[in-house]
């Protein structure tokens, strides 16, 4: 018998039921309901982790209490969100895909697994992989965009970072095989699964979509993080079709552990198990926690409906303690695991040398000025030149708080570098006239007139519009995506003024989701999508603006020119009446057009670059082969860009009817000035296949289009012919 067996072999009911208790710490407020008690709680093994309790300090303690003073001295784990950073943070989620660098992506999860792990922390409650075409959703800034593949390449990178061990960045394999590390924390890959369709992007709303969307769109980025090895899966709050996924018995064991081979432990969302109550599928708590163990959930987050309710479930018939031993022998092994048996506290090793917070922040800096995406640009405004003089208005010129974006995990409220301070450091103190304007939120105009007046001696305007970090993120969805408060009218002045006085405007959008502000892209000279960048927000934005680094961003999710046409993304499937100018019975508005304002990739740098000669080899192929794509890319600037290509197919015949554009892959290329060079990339043909009629995969022979390009704008892509046979 394994050590966690005979451990398992010694244990009372609720010492068991302890174990699949996760209770919330107060340092960090991430639900509706806090944990009273709790050391309370740790000594008698009524709890089997801590959630929201961070810093070696504060951990030891606890831990201590569980390991000296419990009955069997089971260490706790602890887990906390760390999305995007524990005390240096980097860009919000979905900015940080706009930089589409993998291995920036893998970089930043593993320095916020090392920083945290200092402190204390076990888990984290990441990657959040939930695909979203609906920017009215707020968690849309957590995720990886529209897109499935993007999800599982984001999905492998993360759990990669968090899990692998120091020195194991971009090895192949299964991430976490030293999940002991000292350096290494369990990620949890969620929220499993289709939590981004809610209704009219509604959080926490009903879900109801089709099986084949969810296996084509929302399923494979959580496969790809269960395929990378994932420690746990947190299933979302909502439901699909009338069952919540807190009880989906179907997608947790049936996919999940069945399917895919998920081992790991299932921790539910918080208080989700006793949600299940109002979503009306469960009498008491009893039947929750029956209905919630029955599906394969092993950790109750903060619902108290396992210690409540699993004991009475027991003597209802409602579960077996075989059952409930299956779930504690899966958390004893994730312990096991991550090392706690042997150290408990080998995740409390405190402050790090001075050395890896200089390399931390110069990551989060690079990651800032990455995820920067230059929407607009007229007039070579852009990058600024020497010596020039700057108004730096509107409501986020000097927010750093703003800037951590919408999971601060452990970072402080004055961490960050917001834009002014930024660009009084890369100009000059005299070079930058700062009025904020308006407020974010609120009617208060009263501050445009100084705004105005600051406009009168600058060469160029840069005016920071956009949301407060908590407008975006979990219970922030929003029906309007326009500017809160007065900020239109701050824009507007600004925008008439600088016209009468022949000066340029640069717009940042601080946002965790596009806005729909088409007269703000009409009429300025630049805009430039910054989100939420993060502890380096600001020098990574001087660095782009200064034109020290290119702009290299690109869109991770279509930008809507109205919020009537949400959902709107670029692998939609055709239609039998394709719009046509001159054909009203086609499918359009009558009072927008069809198309987003930018589609999916959409970006600008400092140069243009060219796309020429696609080729592809063997132009027929079967299912085992791969293919080689090669194009041609030329700067013909002066200035060096890091380009994207992303690669794109469209199968206009088959049994089923496949998206106008279906994402493949990307590549990125740096080319200085006046460079060329040929662009490869790989596609198995096996990447060909879809969910047929009976929604197994097929491969059909037939002809696919192949389209290579900068974003997924038919009209710019170069497209060549393969034959599937
Ligand atoms: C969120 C999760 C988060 C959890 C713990 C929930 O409200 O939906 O994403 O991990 O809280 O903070």
Redesign the pocket.
């Known amino acids: 018998m394994s050590r966690i067996e005979v451990l398992l072999g010694r244990m009372t009911l609720s010492e068991k039921i302890g174990q699949l208790t996760m209770s ?1 710490a107060d340092q ?1 407020v ?2 509706p309901v806090l944990a009273q008690g709790l050391a309370a709680d740790v000594r008698s093994g009524a709890v089997g982790s801590v ?2 309790l961070y810093g070696s300090d504060r951990v030891r303690v606890m831990q201590r209490l569980a390991v000296e003073e419990s009955r069997l001295h089971i260490p706790l784990f602890f ?3 760390v999305i995007h950073g524990y005390r240096t943070l980097f860009p919000v989620p979905l900015a940080e895909v706009a930089s589409f660098d993998v291995a920036l992506w893998e970089q930043t999860a593993r320095e916020a697994a090392l920083e945290a792990a200092r402190e204390g922390v076990d888990m984290t ?2 990657p ?1 992989l939930d695909v979203s075409r609906d920017p009215r959703w707020g968690r849309t800034v ?1 995720g990886p965009g529209e897109d499935p593949v993007v999800g599982c390449v984001l999905a492998r990178a993360k759990v990669r970072g968090f899990q692998g061990a120091p020195g194991a960045l971009g090895a192949a394999g299964r991430a976490g095989a030293d999940l002991a590390s000292p350096g290494a924390i369990a990620a ?1 890959a ?2 499993f699964c289709a939590y981004g369709p809610v209704q009219a992007g509604r959080e926490y709303a009903s879900v109801d979509i089709s099986e084949r969307t969810v296996r084509e769109v929302h399923l494979p980025p959580f496969a790809a993080a269960v395929d990378s090895g994932v420690a746990a899966v ?1 299933p979302a ?1 909502t439901d699909l079709a009338g069952l919540p996924m807190t009880a989906n018995r179907e997608m947790l064991q049936g996919w999940l552990r069945e399917r895919l081979g998920f081992t790991g432990v299932i921790v539910s ?3 989700a198990i006793g949600e299940l109550m109002a979503h009306g599928v469960a009498r008491d708590r009893s039947e929750a926690a029956a209905l919630a163990l029955l599906a394969g959930v092993d950790v109750d ?1 903060m619902a108290d409906a396992y210690r409540h309710g699993l004991p009475v479930a027991l003597d209802r018939g409602l579960v077996r303690e075989t059952q409930i031993d299956a779930a504690v022998l899966r958390v004893l092994a994730l312990k096991e695991r991550l090392g706690l048996f042997d150290d408990p506290y080998r995740r409390c090793q405190g402050p790090e040398p001075s050395t890896a917070l200089t390399r931390r922040r110069l990551l989060a800096r690079r990651a800032a000025a990455q995820s920067l995406v230059l929407l607009t640009h007229r007039g070579e405004v852009l990058p600024l030149r020497a010596g020039v003089r700057v108004a730096l208005l509107g409501p986020l010129a000097d927010a750093s708080a703003e800037m951590r974006g919408c999971w601060t995990a452990a970072a402080d409220e004055h961490g960050s570098v917001g834009v002014l301070e930024a660009l009084q450091g890369a100009l000059g103190p005299d070079a930058v006239a700062h009025a904020p304007g308006t407020g974010i939120s609120g009617a208060d105009t009263s501050g445009i007139a100084a705004a105005l007046r600051a406009c009168e001696d600058a060469d160029v305007i840069v005016l920071c519009l956009g949301e407060a970090a908590a407008m975006s993120g ?1 219970a922030a969805s929003r029906a309007e995506l326009q500017l809160p408060g007065c900020q239109r009218e701050l824009a507007l002045a600004v925008l008439a003024r600088a016209a009468e006085l022949g000066t340029p405007v640069v717009a940042l959008l601080f946002s965790g989701r596009p806005l729909v502000v088409p007269w703000l892209f009409e009429q300025a000279d630049a805009v430039l999508a910054a989100w939420f960048p993060g502890s380096e927000a600001g020098a990574g934005i001087a660095d782009v603006l200064t034109g020290r680094l290119a702009p290299s961003g690109r869109l991770p999710i279509s930008w809507p020119r109205s919020g009537g046409q949400i959902p709107i993304f670029h692998a939609e499937r055709p239609s039998g009446r394709p719009f046509a100018a001159n054909n009203h019975y086609t499918s359009r508005y009558l009072d927008v057009s069809n198309e987003p304002q930018f589609p999916f990739g959409h970006g600008l740098s400092y140069a243009c670059l060219e796309h020429s000669n696609l080729r592809v080899t063997p132009t027929q192929c079967g299912e085992g082969d791969t293919l080689q794509v090669r194009v041609e890319v030329r700067n013909p600037g002066v200035r060096a860009a890091r380009e994207t290509l992303f690669l794109f197919t469209r199968d206009r015949l088959a049994s089923i009817a496949r998206p106008l554009l279906e994402l493949k892959g990307w590549r990125q290329i740096e080319l200085a000035g006046g460079a060329q060079a040929t662009v490869e990339l790989q596609l198995a043909v096996r990447e060909l296949r879809f969910l047929g009629a009976d929604l197994q995969p097929r491969h059909e022979a037939g002809e696919v289009e192949l389209l290579v390009g900068a974003s997924a704008d038919r009209s710019r892509l170069l497209s060549t012919m393969v034959r599937l046979i």
Request: cysteine-free; aromatic content about 14%; proline content about 0%.
């Open positions: 919330a960090a991430t639900g959630l929201n887990g906390l969100d409650f990441a959040m957590e949890v969620k929220h947190m709050f969302d918080y208080n987050m979990e």
